[in-house]
Each structure stands twice: as C-alpha cells, then as structure tokens.
C-alpha cells in the first residue's frame, strides 16, 4: 500500500512539472504542501523555499529583499502585513508586473481544509500582442481594445469565483450529507414543524421513539402522523411554542407505555415564528428509576419521622400491657375484667400495627434476580389457595414470558399474596374465583393484575385505597395492605392502579419495569471462606448445585494459603470471622491478585462493617440463593 502510494505521489508531481504554469499550494499553517518546477523556475526561488514545509513568510521575506516588490521601506512590517492578507484568504484574481517587465495573471482560491492555491501564468507575450494591436490597428478603436481588456480580466475574476461557489457548494452537499447521517444515528427523534404544524423535516426516528408511528412522515400534520390520542395530550404545547415560548414536557405513549419527554424550539425570524424544531427522547428507564428513587427517599423519611414516635408508642404499650396484666390479678368484676382484656387486646393490636407501619416506611431493599414466572406462579397458588375457602378457586395465567425475568420474587410474592387476602375478604362466604394474571406489554412493563369477581371496589377506595391508614373493614381492617403494595410496587421503578371490572369484581394492576437478567455466573472454582461448619456445608451445597467447584477454608490464615491455587474465579468470604482480620482484609489481598470477591454476612445493613464492605464489594445477606450470588456479581 505505501509503495503504490508513493508512486501515485512521484506520478502526480511529474505532470505537475510538465504543466506551463507555476502552480503552489500551501496549508492552513501557512507552509508550502505542493509546488510544481516552474514555480520556482518563474521565480527563481532557492531549493529550500520549494520544499515542503517551507513557511509562507520566509519565501516572501526572500522576494522583498530580492526587490521582486520594488522598493520596500520597512521589509518586516511588509511581511506581516502579506501574512495577514494571507490568513484572511479570498478567491482573486489579478496581473502583476515584474521588475524585470514580465506581467503575471495570478489566480487564487481558498481550500475547505484551511489553505489555498495558486496558479501564475505569464502573460508577457499576450500583452505585447495587444500593445502592438493598440499601436498599429486602425479598425479597432482605445474604446474597444480597452473594452476587450475589461471583459478578459471580468470573465477571469467570474471564473475564479465560480470555482470556489462550486468548492462551496460541494462543501454544503457534504455537510448536509454528514448532518443527515449524524440525525438518523442520534437515539432521538428530531424533527421541524412549519405554522400550519406540518412534517418539513424529521430524522426517520419517530418509530424507534413512540413504538408503532411511523418513521417517513415529511409532508403529514403532527396529528395525522402521532395520531389524536397522542397529539391531544401535545398540541398544547405545541400551540405555546408557535407563540414564541420554548416548552418541555414529559408524556406517556399510551399505544407502547413507554415515557417520553418532549422540547420545542420556537425558529424566530424578524420576531415573528417561523416554524418549531422538536426533540423527543424516550426516558422510560429514566422515569422508572426516578420514581424508584423519590420512592426511597419518601420512605427514608417517613422512617425518620415515624422512629421516634414508634419507640415512644411502643414503651406506652409495654407500660399499658404491663398494668393490665396487674389489674387481672385482681378480683375483679365481670364487666371490669371484660374491660381489661379489651385493653389487652388493644394494646397487643397496637404492637401489630407498630410493626406493619415499621415494614411500611423502614429500610427494604429490593434484591432482583432471574424468576421463571411460571414457577413463580404455581409456588403461589399453593400458598394462596391454602388461605382460602372452598367456595373460592384461585386461578392464574402467564402470557409469553417463558425467558425469566428480573424482578424481587419475595417482594412480588407479598404483594400478590396480600391482594388475594383482600380479593377473598371482599368475595366473603359466597363462591367466587380470584385470578392472577402476568403479561408483558410491549418490551416496556411487565403486568400482573389480580381480579375477582366480588362486589368490587367503593367509589372511596378507587379514589383513596393506596393511602395508608384507609380501609373499610372497620376495625378488622389496618388499611396498610394496599399501601404496602403500592410501595412495593412504586421501589422497583412501577405504578399500581385500582379499578372495577366492567362485568363486575375488583381488579388491581401492577405494572413493573420488564427487565431481562444479565449472564448468570458461569461454572467456576469458588475459594469460600466461612468459619461456622454447618453454614459452610450449607453453602457449599448450594453452589456445588449451581454447577460450581468449591474450595474451602475456615479463617483468613487458612484462606491465604490457598489464594495462589491457579483456576480460582471467586473468593466468597463471611465479613465477621473468629480472627483479629476479617474478610474486608481477605478481599483487599484478594483484589491485589486481581480476584474477584463477594461478601456474606448476617449483619444488619445499618452495621458499620456491612456499610465499609458494600463500599467496595457485593454483600449478600444469609441465607442466598445462587441466583441471588450470580445477580449480584452481574
């Protein structure tokens, strides 16, 4: 490739000598690139000046001194100003005549790389023909001849600016060529409206954005091309960005579910509204983790502000149980004693309720890991059906979905479960039948509805049945089941929504962000490291069943001896070991091999160890499953 290369290069510079012109090309800093023989014959220039790289400045330095320019006072002042003129390069044409009263026509015309070249042709002999012609002709008037020189020297300057308007509009196609490719790889839909709200541009994006729209809509209305339910929910918008404002906003994709948030840009002319640029950007992870978040930190202070009202409540308990079990030693009488083991009863509900609102607002942290949802879905019937009556049948179904999923299974199976509860409370003694159905909608959400066809549910619960504390169970009823589920539900990313069947019965659905799980971890040979023999066995027989081999040690002694065996892939350790180091100490030497580590441990999360190892490593909370150990390591 370089020996074809250099010869195209020793080719090219030979028909540039043969050419009868001095030809000269110099870059954007101002150094020579290309020169041709004659360049430096018509301007008897020495070699080093018709090398590559020789500067611009230099070779006119050369030229004042020789006198090529007349007489020059100032030669560095003269210098810089042909370098200034130089750097603010313009096509041109022009004739010069020499000292020695050779004229040259030279012509110019900028590069879009930054640079320009130039072409000198002697015209010496073209002028003494016209001289003569002036002298000796007595058909051709000055008038004339000076008419023809005129249109000569215009149609040159004409030519010179038609090369660099056709330089220019090359440069144009390709730019617009590269802006298109750029738009249609951009993950965004881009997009131009005239007044009348009509397609005058778009990136070919909008399917990929709003799934099922369609990508070539140049020439529709935004209506004809989102459609009026979508188009609804953004005309106004639309309408205050044709009035000058600059709006964002953020909208559901009914057809797909998926979240998009929306900007127009108002294209001002004259202050008056030419047209809307519009960008849309599909932000249906984005959202899902916001409220995920904003979840979190709602129960984070819930927690902080239920704490220490919680504790005081419960001391009040532990006083109030503590004087009814003193007055039931007393012989009291019958309506007295009914009396103090209402209070008992109260009290000990009080502590029921205590623990559900620290369920409620306390820490949880949602562990995900791969679910086969059907497995999922027979485990769950068998504990649900348990709790029911005979009368009620529990029925369930899973749509596709036969990959797993990633979800909290735990966190799921208490929602569900709770719903069922619920469903069969509201069915009653009479027969009736609760489904549990899972699909997936689009590539965005999974949903799982749990219906039943009892009464269905109040015009109250629709409006308030989320909220904490409401319930219409009278004192049967805590009014935190609902609640519990809608936080569940609103930590992994999702949204909860009660309604009334049409045919009857109540219906809860919850959608939850469909994620697919990574890679599992592969077979590999894991170093654990556990100091209690029968949770090393026990653990030890869970990874042997995840396909895994499994070395084993019982302090961070025993495990350093065995830390250089060769094929170890994971070094699985306890936190808290019967030893001055711990396996924060393990993992560091672990690391310094270039292992990787994870953490077990029965400490709360709250536990300044447990706090320093997440920092740095994935801890998981005994007991695991493998899955979770794979998840974590994802």
Known sequence: ????????????????????????????????????????????????????????ADTIRFLV?????????????????????????????????RPDGRVLAVEGSPLP???????????????????LLRTRSEVLSDQLLTRHEELAQAN?????????????????????????????????HIARLDR????????????????????DIVGLTMEEALGPQTYAGIAPHLTAALAGEAPVFEITHEPSSRRIRVSFTPEIEADEVMGVYALSVDITEEAQARAAVSQAAGRQVAAQLTSGMAHDFANLLTVILGLKDKLSRFDLPPAAREAVDAIGLAATRGGVLIDQIAGLSGPRDLAPRATDLRAFMSELALLGGASLPKETTLEWDVQGLEAPVLLDPEALRDAVLNL????RDAIGAESGVITVEAKPVRDTWLEVTVSDDGP???????????????????????????????DVVKLAGGRTRLSNAPDGGARVTMRLPLRRPPPGLPPTLVLLVEDAPHIREAVRERLVAGGHSVLEAGSVAEALELLDIEGIGLLLTDIMLKTDETGLDLAREARGRGLRAAMMTSLPPDAPLFREAARDWPVLRKPFSVEKLSAALS
């Open 1 to 56: 490739m370089n020996d074809k290369r250099a010869t195209t290069g020793r080719l090219t510079q030979a028909g540039l000598n043969l050419i009868g012109q001095a030809l000269s090309i110099y870059d954007a800093d101002l150094r020579l690139a290309v020169s041709n023989r004659m360049y430096a014959t018509m301007f008897d220039l020495p070699e080093h000046l018709t090398r590559p790289g020789a500067t611009f």
């Open 65 to 97: 001194l020789r006198g090529e320019y007349g007489h020059v006072p100032d030669v560095e002042k003269t210098v810089a100003e042909r370098v200034a003129q130089a750097r603010a390069f313009e096509p041109h044409y022009l004739e010069r005549t």
């Open 113 to 131: 790389e930054g640079g320009w070249v130039t072409v000198y042709t002697d015209i010496t002999a073209t002028r003494a023909q016209e001289r």
């Open 156 to 188: 040159r300057q004409l030519a010179a600016s038609n090369s660099a308007l056709q330089e220019a509009r090359r440069e144009a196609t390709e730019m617009a060529a590269r802006i298109r490719l750029t738009t249609e790889m951009l993950p965004a």
């Open 196 to 215: 009348s709200r009509r397609y005058t541009f778009s990136n070919r994006r909008l399917g990929a954005v709003m799934p099922g729209a369609k990508s």
């Open 420 to 423: 069922i509860l619920n469903a």
């Open 456 to 486: 269905g549910f109040s015009a109250a619960a629709l409006e308030k049945g989320i909220e904490p504390f409401f319930t219409e169970k009278g004192e049967d009823g805590t009014g935190l089941g609902l609640s519990m589920v809608y």
